[in-house]
């Protein structure tokens, strides 16, 4: 069996509604996770308390300057307290197979599981991936603010980068 806890696990999140000039399209990370490769079989296991917001997305590129320190402490506040419930739901799960670098199976967040697939690819000693996933299939309402004239869109980008171990 093969463990890996270090690399990149990105989640973006993106801005809509009327007032969305005020909003930001965010990048978080995770970081505390595992993710266990045996065979045919894939478990990963995200800490949601380990999320944190790295910083805004503007036109594709990232930018760790676009946001206060109060206003990050705000927005992990909102992601731990109103969206995922990190409290009850302190971890995310995946369980899944491995068909070549094609990988199906169940991902459980706030007491939900639901199917989900991605291709991973294996390049220079590094496994990528990404997958983009709608939170109300967990039950998981995008967030919103000003009376619903700001909000998150029902779609959230999972992008990692993680070593061969």
Do not use: C
């Not at 997305?57 to 760790?64: H, P, V, Y």
């Amino acid at each position: 069996m093969q463990s890996i806890n270090t690399g990149n696990v990105h989640l973006f999140v993106f801005k809509e509604g009327l007032l969305s000039a005020l909003g930001h399209d965010l990048r978080l990370g995770v970081r505390e996770f595992r993710v266990d490769l045996d065979e045919d079989q894939v478990q990963a296991t995200f800490r949601v308390d380990s999320i944190r917001v790295d910083g805004v997305m503007r036109d594709g590129r990232f930018d760790d300057g676009g946001l206060s320190p109060k206003q990050k402490r705000e927005i992990l506040d909102n992601i731990n307290s109103k969206v995922l419930l990190t409290r009850r739901h302190p971890e995310i799960v995946f369980r899944g197979r491995r068909n070549g670098m094609k990988v199906t199976g169940d991902l459980a967040m706030v007491g939900r599981s639901n199917g989900v697939e991605l291709t991973v690819t294996h390049v220079s000693g590094r496994y990528r991936g990404r997958v983009e996933i709608k939170p109300l299939r967990w039950g998981i309402a995008p967030f919103s603010a000003m009376l619903g004239a700001l909000k998150i869109q029902d779609r959230v980008v999972v992008e990692f980068e993680l070593p061969d171990a």
